[in-house]
């Protein structure tokens, strides 16, 4: 880039927020410092133009901008943190070769976790199956549901990912190609703010379904050192109710049993993770896309060539979209309908006659499940959202001030926008946030229901 250009884009952004102003401080004491240290004279036009917002010397917003090059927000951190789960079940990253002998390892290795899993949740239902046959525990049965519900969940979303590894990678392929590189353009499309969202919601709920896991996977051993304290035998107890034609509580047979139930339930925790936190951040890349649509058509300025780059930016995004439904909208159908079961039957545990090691883990599974089902429809009406504003911001322009074919051609953009872009569960439901009230609902019907056969039973 030339000198001249380097400074006309300087001149564009003359204003430092509050967020640089603190790094901008510290790089203006490092210079002066310098400059006196070597015996040379330093000098700055500054004037303060509003309480948070200061006009500086271009030559010294070129350095400081130079030094800004590290706070880049790149287009892999989007997708950052479900990649460390993909990588913890075998399956390749964005971008990573696949014909090496370490994807190879990986392949073999997620195989393995898939048929673990379908080995974990046969064994679930042989169970399930048996203890139905006696009736004789109907807390058993109500507590092992949510369980094969989750672990066959787990085993849907994930071949979701499996079976359209390259379509989601031709998606990820475009979203980069769209993704804003430099300062201006981020800060002009506050990518920071979008990046800032993605991490923060997708740390704090992967941190949410690891404790859960964990506590479900491990509160037994908690449960056994109490209880031998408290009597001084020692009662194995295992995380899950599975079927084994064995008896588990042998030296030996014990221990292998314990981690095969773990590293099921740990599997079915990741597929579920990893696969709901790449569909967010694959909507929030959408939306950020139709962000930026919305500031050049709402910037336009009458001009026909700008106005047909945003078509063509419109038309890749719509098409974005429709391509994530295909890929999604099956496993999104099985989400519905199993969390609606799930939420009923883990809400009917916490309100139940358990102990309070139960209760506890239960609550954490309530709270999971539905913090779950909220970021599906959060994103989901987002996306809504997002596509919903393109006709308005089209309409904020200055096409009063452009000619006829603008004007016309701005009409059939405005048109074509009136038709919102969302994401269905296979056309029986839009993914909003009043489908997750539908969800509620229809769980809290069920769980009457559940309560009203139950307690007549038990007086």
Excluded at 350 to 368: E, G
Aim: proline residues 2%; aromatic residues 16%.
């Amino acid at each position: 880039m030339k000198k001249e250009e380097i400074f006309k884009e300087i001149h564009q952004e003359l204003s430092i927020d509050l967020k640089n102003l603190q790094r901008f401080t510290i790089f203006l004491l490092l210079t002066i410092s310098r400059n006196a240290l070597m015996g040379g004279k330093f000098s700055i036009n500054l004037r303060i133009v509003q309480p948070t917002r200061l006009i500086l010397d271009p030559s010294l917003l070129l350095a400081f901008k130079r030094r800004q090059m590290n706070d880049l927000v790149k287009f892999e951190s989007f997708i950052r943190v479900p990649e460390i789960f993909f990588d913890m079940i075998g399956i390749t990253r964005y971008g990573e070769a696949r014909d090496t002998w370490k994807a190879r390892l990986k392949q073999a290795f997620f195989w393995s976790s898939y048929a673990n899993t379908i080995f974990c949740l046969i064994i679930e239902h042989i169970y399930f199956i048996k203890a139905a046959g006696n009736f004789t525990n109907f807390l058993e049965l109500t507590a092992l549901a949510p369980c094969i519900g989750f672990t066959a969940l787990s085993i849907v979303k994930i071949m979701t990912i499996k079976l359209n590894e390259a379509k989601l990678n031709g998606i990820l392929d475009r979203l980069s190609d769209l993704f804003p590189r430099s300062h201006l353009d981020q800060d002009r499309y506050r990518t920071y703010n979008y990046n800032l969202e993605s991490q923060m919601v997708m740390k704090s709920f992967s941190i949410l379904y690891m404790i859960l896991i964990w506590i479900f996977n491990l509160l037994p051993l908690v449960s056994m050192l109490v209880n031998y304290i408290s009597t001084g035998i020692l009662e194995k107890e295992l995380p899950y109710f599975m079927w084994y034609w064995y008896d588990w509580h042998k030296a030996g047979y014990y221990e292998i049993t314990f981690f095969h139930q773990n590293w099921g339930a740990f599997d079915s925790a990741v597929f579920n993770l990893s696969t709901d936190l790449l569909f967010c951040a694959i909507i929030l890349l959408i939306c950020l896309q139709f962000d930026i649509l919305a500031y050049r058509l709402r910037h336009a300025k009458g001009d026909y060539k700008e106005l047909e780059q945003c078509v063509k930016l419109h038309q890749s995004v719509v098409e974005l979209s429709n391509q994530l439904e295909g890929i999604f909208s099956p496993s999104i159908l099985v989400n519905f309908v199993g969390s609606s079961v799930i939420i009923c039957l883990v809400g009917f545990q916490a309100t139940s006659n358990i102990s309070a090691f139960d209760l506890f883990k239960f609550i954490l599974f309530l709270i999971s499940s539905l913090v779950q089902v909220f970021l599906l429809c959060y994103y989901g009406n987002k996306l809504i959202e997002a596509s919903s504003q393109i006709g308005y911001c089209a309409f904020e322009g200055t096409w009063y001030m452009a000619d006829l074919r603008y004007q016309k051609s701005l009409l059939f953009v405005m048109t074509r926008a009136g038709q919102w872009q969302k994401l269905t569960a296979m056309k029986f439901s839009v993914v909003s946030l009043a489908s997750y009230s539908a969800i509620l609902s229809t769980s809290f019907s069920y769980f009457t229901l559940l309560k009203t056969i139950y307690e007549p039973s038990q007086k």
